[in-house]
């Protein structure tokens, strides 16, 4: 797994399962109006079990989906109210929104290479009015 995120809490770089399960715990501190977790959330005795417990939900989420598709479900109108990635209706925020990148990726495909055609035959008006014209 790439390390192209950041944790929010300390800024150092993170994979995708970190980042997704440092996310949800963050939404639930807020929730629970406990401000921001401590600088490294994994090492406080209060979320360590929750984020360990997340992560190896958001490994198993990342097996079946991209994780576009998962921190877009979360972040969606539904899912912003979601404080665990045990929640059995996430599952389904993140198919809809795994169905909709699959979407993107059949529309990004590329083109079919047309550098072996001809170019095509100027009409006759044309010619005749360039003859006017000149």
Known sequence: MNKNYKHKTT???CNAAQYIAEMVCMREAEKQNVGRPAHAL???QKWQKKYQSQVT???QLLKKYEDKAIINALNSYQGKFIYSLRVKTLEK???KEQGKLDKIDLKGSPCEDHTQSRPSKPYGKISFIRKLDG
């Open 93 to 95: 925020l993140i198919q």
């Open 11 to 13: 800024g150092q770089s």
């Open 42 to 44: 994994w090492n406080t």
């Open 57 to 59: 939900k958001a490994y």
